[in-house]
């Protein structure tokens, strides 16, 4: 049966309308995206499948455009469309912290390293570097690993800061084992860049781990 056909309060696109995107599933919202099915296969029934052939929405997400395109009912023109609207997302987090919303708003600044860090294949250490109050004067990705961890300096991460005339710095990086969870490493180099930074008055708020769907701080869990 055609989406058109289903019950108005059981369609993904009058639901969202009426319940707000939160409230849709996975599928529910990738049909959204692809709008229409394809050989006798609603767009939920297509989105269902997609899911299980990549295995998670993430997957479908980060999928390379060679990977896309080999799915049925995909194409370049999908592949086009997702990049610009994952684009999109990015930037409108971006000129949110740079207005001046970042650290009034924890929950945006997740999702914005999130966004920026969660699809690396390899191990990536950024600073958000921040004015006196505590607005974003820039992301950078200093220093870049493997599989297993990257190799931080704090001296280059100082220099930074002192080139930006930051107040204050948030540590980011990415566990690409999903893990979100912080390792014995991390809290020590936590510490050293600290201690680095205290010694010219810059202050660090926090120190971010993006994993696999969620992303843990060291300031909530009381680590700084």
Not at 72 to 97: D, V
């Amino acid at each position: 049966m055609a989406i058109k056909d289903w019950p108005a309060a059981e369609r993904p696109r009058e639901k969202l309308l009426q319940h707000g995107a939160s409230q849709l599933s996975d599928a529910e919202l990738l049909a959204i995206f692809l709008r229409t099915g394809c050989a006798g296969r609603s767009a939920v029934d297509l989105a269902r499948e997609l899911l299980r052939s990549f295995g998670s929405l993430r997957n479908i997400l980060d999928a390379s455009q060679q990977q896309f395109c080999q799915a049925p009912g995909l194409g370049a023109a999908k592949f086009a469309q997702l990049q610009a609207t994952l684009e999109m997302a990015r930037r409108h987090l971006s000129e949110a912290l740079e207005a001046g919303q970042g650290f009034t708003r924890p929950q945006l600044v997740k999702d914005y390293v999130q966004h920026q860090l969660r699809h690396q294949s390899r191990e990536v250490f950024a600073v958000l570097f921040l004015d006196n109050q505590h607005r974003l004067l820039e992301y950078s990705e200093l220093f870049y690993g493997t599989i297993d961890g990257a190799s931080v300096y704090p001296r280059e991460v100082v220099k930074q800061a002192l080139a930006f005339n930051a107040a204050a710095v948030i540590f980011a990086h990415n566990h690409p084992s999903g893990v979100a969870e912080p390792s014995s490493q991390d809290r020590y180099l936590t510490d050293r860049l600290q201690q680095a930074l205290s010694l010219v008055d810059i202050r660090t708020l926090d120190h971010l781990v993006v994993g696999e769907g969620e992303v843990a701080s060291f300031a909530e869990m009381g680590l700084l």
